[in-house]
């Protein structure tokens, strides 16, 4: 168990701060990213230090455009969750979070690292998960109590993140000191054993500093019998004021968890005897709550993450911000799975342990912009500059053990013993690979009348891979590229309340890289030229209600295809192109009512000539259809007393490309209530959320190959209090 003891974390953080400090670069002090403050005993209000978390909607965002700006002055789609709706929702996952947007589905194993799938492509650990706008490896399941938002940006984000996959990017919002001093305290738990006490403190300390301080101690339990452990979080933020036009803030977070590792059940899995009809016979008699890894099989992963930031208004309408941020993940890989082609007809399979210890992930990212507001032959811009460098090594060993285990089965899992040392010798830790990006950026937000504005943005990016094959061989070079992502959108708004856009964007993905069995692999490994992709997006943004932003956005994306010739050669051979529509409503629609609902009708299509057998198919693990209702009502009858519910449905989907493996879609249905009331002068809201009310058995997700079983029936409950 790679642990790590009190003397390691105090380095790591000292380490992390002599990184940051010296660059004091750093992120817009959005105020407005504070916390709601919890709700009032009798009125249910929540009370709010800007519009970025009041109701369950936001009028600005940050992870799509260089700086805050409006929502209805982006031309594509961007859905914030405020920290209101993580805390009534009692999210501990992002996967609880993606079920709010239809167009992001589920593709996280129980107990393992967060990720999700968006608009039909699957998400990149290395690039397409960012904090504060800048990169970390998303090798470890994210703590929500110090977010102030998630952001989800839509389709290609190329321009303002570089080299990244054409589905979108999901960026963390830090909480930040309060206005006035606010105390916060959370005690929570779940049926299926979890609980854990959070404490959350901020507010100003004198004339020109806040603090923010948020605390976890929990032990973790998820559906599957078995996998849970032990979860710490400590986190800070300190903001300096010196001027009204300078704030510099430094921030650190530290978690450590260990649970089991579940072992998967994949397209892989089966024996190759077995017939269509006996592997969904196989899965419909599993019960997903049988832990068929095994209690040695734990994933510990501690992380230490910090960065510094600065943003000064050195003129008029001009404004210098700026970021740098470090991470340092170490994490022990010894789960136990099913070795491939071993699952029978009688569910007797090979356990065979994935033995890859002392892994270390620290990437280190940065980012500097200029925004400003200037007037030209009578046009309006708002423009911003800038350039970003991130360097990510990915330090593990080349050669891991990978024995077998012994025999068990997945309805009667057998307990079987560790394997003894001597099957458990790997290669010395290396810097396997290295990614290094550079890039420089311009976008101008244009207004051309009072309804018309042109957004125009463009970014060069140089991407650079190396790799360590052996530790006895030294580091080679193994990709080098560079890429100019334009994106421009038009803009008609006839009110403040309505946008009309329509936009063009192309992005940028890391060239795919080529298996060891293709015609032209070379060793060290090769990669292919960057996958250029693009998307054209129109739609309607309109506050229907005050409070309440209401959207809907027909898009076309299209990836090129990296594939296997008849010749065995690999290479880029036709698309993957992916055609939907989506809408939503989120919201205040009343006082008494919120609401979150979205619907996403998608036509994914695989072109690929060389392949018969998948050209025309629909990707694995894309549903045509999904949506998504919750709402939360305050009943007027009884002070503090409010109810919720939640409807959400997945279509079917595939499980391998060539559609020869369906599984079926699904229907959740959840149900809670929350009340505030006073306990001896104290506020106290009591929250119980019931999630899949009618214990509804379904796969959630299939990405990469895995089945990933949803939740049984759990009732989720917490009380809060402010002090």
């Known amino acids: 168990m790679n642990f790590v003891p009190m003397f390691r974390f105090r380095h790591a953080m000292l380490a992390t701060s002599l990184l940051i400090v010296p660059a004091i670069v750093g992120a817009e002090a959005r105020a407005a990213t504070d916390d709601a403050n919890l709700e009032t005993a009798n009125a249910e209000e929540i009370i709010v230090t800007g519009v970025r978390e009041q109701g369950y909607t936001s009028r600005t965002q940050a992870g799509g455009t260089f700086g805050e700006t409006s929502v209805l002055d982006t031309p594509f789609s961007v859905t914030v969750i405020p920290q209101e709706l993580l805390i009534d929702q009692q999210v501990r996952s992002l996967g ?112 020109d500093f806040g603090i923010r301080l948020n605390a976890v101690t929990a032990r973790e339990a998820t559906f599957v019998n078995g996998v849970s452990g032990p979860r710490i979080m400590v986190s800070g933020l300190l903001e300096w004021k010196p001027t009204d036009r300078l704030t510099i803030d430094l921030e650190a977070e530290y978690q450590y968890r260990n649970l089991e590792q579940q072992a998967a059940i994949t397209i892989g899995a089966f024996a190759p005897s077995l017939t269509p009809a006996q592997r969904l016979d196989l899965l419909d008699r599993y019960d997903q709550t049988t832990f068929i ?39 022990d890989q010894q789960g136990v799975g099913i070795a491939p082609g071993s699952l029978r007809a009688n569910g007797d399979f090979n356990s065979r342990i994935f033995f890859s210890p002392n892994q270390i992930r620290d990437p280190f990212s940065t980012e500097v912009f200029v925004t400003g507001e200037f007037q ?94 052996a530790a006895d061989q030294p580091r080679v070079k193994t990709y080098q590229d560079n ?179 369906k599984v079926d879609g699904y229907v959740r249905l959840d149900l809670g209530v929350r009340y505030g009331f006073n306990l001896s002068d104290q506020k106290i809201s009591a929250r119980l959320n019931v999630r899949n009310v009618t214990n509804n058995d379904f796969i959630e997700g299939t990405a990469f190959g895995q089945f990933l079983f949803g939740a049984p029936r759990a009732a989720i409950f917490s009380l809060t209090t402010e002090f």
Do not use: C
Request: charged share 15%; hydrophobic share 40%.
């Open 376 to 469: 030209t032959f009578g046009l309006g811009h708002d423009i911003a500059v800038g350039g970003a460098y991130s360097r990510n090594p990915l330090r593990f060993s080349r050669v891991s053990a990978q024995p077998n285990v012994g025999l068990s089965n997945i309805f009667n899992p057998i307990s079987l013993p560790r394997p003894a040392p001597s099957d458990l010798v790997v290669s010395p830790v290396v810097d396997a690979l290295v990614f290094t990006q550079k890039a420089v950026f311009v976008s101008d937000l244009v207004t051309v009348t009072d309804w018309l504005k042109i957004f125009a943005a463009v970014r060069y990016a140089e991407q650079q891979n190396e790799e360590q094959p």
């Open 96 to 207: 609880d979070i993606a079920r709010n947007d239809p167009s992001t589905i589920v593709s996280s194993p129980p107990g393992f690292n967060d990720t999700v799938n968006v608009r039909g492509y699957n998400l990149d650990n290395s690039t397409s998960y960012r904090r504060e706008g800048l990169i970390f490896q998303n090798q470890v399941q994210n703590p929500f109590e110090n977010k102030a938002a998630v952001e989800i940006i839509k389709g290609p984000t190329s321009v303002r993140y570089g080299f990244t996959p054409p589905g979108g990017v999901i960026n963390y919002v830090l909480k930040r000191p309060t206005a006035e001093p606010y105390r916060f305290a959370q005690a929570f738990g779940d049926s299926f054993g979890s609980y854990g006490i959070h404490l959350d403190i901020g507010g100003p300390i004198g004339d």
């Open 483 to 661: 890429a100019v992502s334009p994106n421009i959108g038009i803009l008609i708004q006839p009110n403040d309340k309505l946008t009309i856009y329509g936009s063009y964007a192309e992005g940028i993905t890391t060239g795919v890289q080529i298996p060891q069995t293709a015609a032209n692999f070379s060793n060290p490994a090769i990669f292919l030229d960057p996958a250029r992709t693009r998307q054209v997006e129109i739609g309607v943004k309109a506050e229907i209600f005050p409070g309440a932003l209401a959207t809907i956005a027909y898009f076309d994306i299209s990836q090129p295809l990296a594939t296997l010739s008849d010749t065995n050669v690999f290479d880029y051979i036709g698309n993957q192109d992916h055609k939907g529509l989506e809408a939503s409503l989120s919201g205040q629609i009343t006082p008494e009512l919120r609401l979150i609902a979205g619907a996403l009708f998608l036509d994914p299509t695989i072109n690929n000539p060389n392949n018969l057998a998948v050209n025309g198919n629909r990707p694995s693990g894309v549903p045509r259809v999904q949506f998504n209702l919750y709402v939360d009502y305050k009943l007027p009858m009884v002070d503090g007393l409010a109810v919720n519910g939640g409807v959400y449905f997945t279509g079917d989907r595939f499980a391998n490309d060539t559609n020869t493996f």
């Open 293 to 331: 890894g095994q209690a040695f099989g734990t994933y510990p992963t501690s992380n230490v993450i910090g960065s510094a930031g600065l943003k000064w208004e050195f003129a008029g309408g001009w404004t210098l911000q700026a970021r740098a941020q470090q991470m340092r993940l170490e994490r």
